[in-house]
Structures are given as structure tokens and as C-alpha cells.
């Protein structure tokens, strides 16, 4: 009997050299590096028209509630000898719209004092004329809509005027990340993105070209001619000129998107004074505190 042949052996697999194996590295770093920016780009692009399409969203909920309410935008009801439009801040401001029972971050905890409403019982959340049912409560089918998915950050404010009558912020609870998903507890100022413009009307024959309604807000307080970064204590704090839209706002310095009267939507870009404060012969006009002569905005308050 012959023994069976054995089969040659296969020569080993020549290796990678270290030179070979330092080139491929460099590829995929190269590849890496024309990548990212790319994707970068293209996430950024994806946040802001998903920004976009919730501030129509909410612009189309709050059509809605005007065609119920004879045009009107909604608008909280004032106390008696007030000024209406003042009395639009309180009651949790933009967020009041949508929640009275506003617990903030601590809202399993029933002492907790991080709230946004003024009543300190959760037990008593109601408007000035004793209505307990939100105005847009019934109107949004989601409160995610209320949320830029590009914020990242909101500062709390002392809430107190000091230093002869200068709004600060406050480092004192630290900032608060707003959440992609909301409660009802949580539908706090510090928790969504958008500023609010209460007082149009969703048929203003008195407009010459569309205003801005709502959108993006910024990290200071947004309330009167203080909106858009505009008190100049606030803006020095966060190192820009007044009127700028800051590095830790909703889309940085680049700008803010905006839904206008006629429900139509845009990125604006520049110094927020030039869209909203630049007199009488920009329709855009919406200086609410110390108007010039336009008597439109007059009745007006910017919101957050």
C-alpha cells in the first residue's frame, strides 16, 4: 500500500508592513476629515428645518384658535386698570398658553419651588379671570413642537430688577437643557425654545407686509424691547453686542427662524434690531414698549 501524498503547504500570507498599515490610516483619516464636516453640515441643516416646521406647527395651532376666537391670536385676559398686553408676561408667559400646572425639572417633588407660574400652590393654577383651561391646551396635538431640536441650553433670571432697574441674569440655579419630550408639568419657560408675539390678529388689514408672530428665542429675557438680547446688562453679560443673536442661542450667532402673520416661515439672519425695531417704514416693526409713530405696535408684547 502507498501512503497518501501530502498536499504542499501554502506559503504564509505576507503581512502588512507598517508602511502599508500607516497609509490606510491616513486614508481613512483623510476620508474622516472631508466626511465629518459634511455630516456636520448636514445635521445642522436637518435641526433648522425641523425648527422650521415646528414654528409653523404652533403658528398653524394658534390659526386654529384664532378662527374660533374672531381672528385673534390667543391673548391672556388682564386684571382691571392694568395694561393688557403688560399683563401677557405673567401668568408663565409663553408657556402659559399651553400649561398652568408648571412644576419645572422638579415637578415630582411637591415642595419644589422650580416652577414657572406665579401662584405658589400647584392647587390654584388659573388666569386672572379664573379660567383653569389653558387657551392652546386643546389645540396642539404635541408639545414637542414647543422644542428647537438645536437647544441646548436656557438661563434662569433672578426674576428681580437690581442695580438701578437692570434685569441680570442669574447663574443661581445652574442653566437648564430643555427636553425633547415635555409634560404638561414641565411646559416651562426654561424648557422651550420660542418667543411668542401676542397681540396680532390673524386678518390685520392695518399690516402693510407680514410681521413675525413667533419663533426662536434667545437666552436672555425676551419680554418687551428687552427681547432679542436688547437689555444692555443682559447682553454684556453674555459677551455681545445688544440686539445679537448669542453663541448659545437656539442656532448661535447666525440667526433665528421666524413664522410671519400669513403662516409663511424664514431663517432671518443679522442684528435681530434691524428685523424688529427699525421704525415706522419696516412692516416688520414690532417694538412694543416705546413705539415711534406707528400705533400698531402699540399693542403689542413679545413674550417668552
Not at 393654577?125 to 383653569?132: L, M
Amino acid at each position: 500500500m502507498h501512503p497518501t501524498p501530502r498536499r504542499p503547504a501554502r506559503p504564509p500570507a505576507p503581512a502588512f508592513t507598517l508602511i502599508e498599515l500607516l497609509v490606510v490610516i491616513a486614508i481613512i483619516a483623510l476620508l474622516v476629515g472631508i466626511l465629518l464636516p459634511a455630516l456636520g453640515k448636514a445635521r445642522e441643516a436637518s435641526r433648522l428645518a425641523a425648527c422650521l416646521s415646528n414654528t409653523r406647527q404652533v403658528c398653524v395651532s394658534m390659526t386654529l384658535y384664532a378662527n374660533n376666537w374672531k381672528d385673534w391670536y390667543p391673548i391672556k385676559p388682564g386684571r382691571n386698570g392694568l395694561d393688557l398686553m403688560t399683563e401677557q408676561e405673567g401668568q408663565g408667559g409663553f408657556a402659559g398658553l399651553f400649561s398652568l400646572y408648571q412644576q419645572g425639572d422638579n415637578y415630582a417633588d411637591p415642595a419644589a419651588t422650580d416652577i414657572g407660574f406665579a401662584p405658589a400652590s400647584v392647587t390654584n393654577r388659573r388666569y386672572y379671570d379664573g379660567n383653569t383651561d389653558p387657551l392652546m391646551y386643546s389645540y396642539l396635538d404635541s408639545w414637542e413642537a414647543l422644542v428647537c431640536p438645536n437647544d441646548r441650553i436656557d438661563y434662569y433670571f433672578s426674576g428681580k430688577y437690581t442695580g438701578g432697574g437692570v434685569r441680570r441674569l442669574s447663574q443661581n440655579p445652574p442653566a437648564h437643557k430643555p427636553k425633547k419630550t415635555l409634560i404638561n408639568e414641565e411646559v416651562v419657560g426654561y424648557n422651550i425654545s420660542y418667543l411668542y408675539i401676542a397681540g396680532f390678529k390673524a386678518i390685520e388689514p392695518t399690516l402693510v407686509s407680514p410681521a413675525p408672530l413667533l419663533g426662536d428665542e434667545a437666552n436672555a429675557l425676551d419680554s418687551g424691547t428687552d427681547a432679542w438680547n436688547g437689555n444692555p446688562a443682559d447682553a454684556a453679560l453674555l459677551g455681545i453686542p445688544v440686539n445679537t443673536w448669542a453663541a448659545d442661542d437656539n442656532h448661535g450667532k447666525s440667526g433665528a427662524n421666524y413664522v410671519f402673520t400669513d403662516g409663511h416661515a424664514e431663517f432671518l439672519k443679522g442684528n435681530a434690531a434691524a428685523t424688529f425695531f427699525t421704525g415706522t417704514t419696516n412692516p416688520k416693526n414690532v417694538n412694543v414698549t416705546s413705539p415711534p409713530n406707528n400705533p400698531r405696535s402699540s399693542r403689542l408684547r413679545t413674550i417668552d
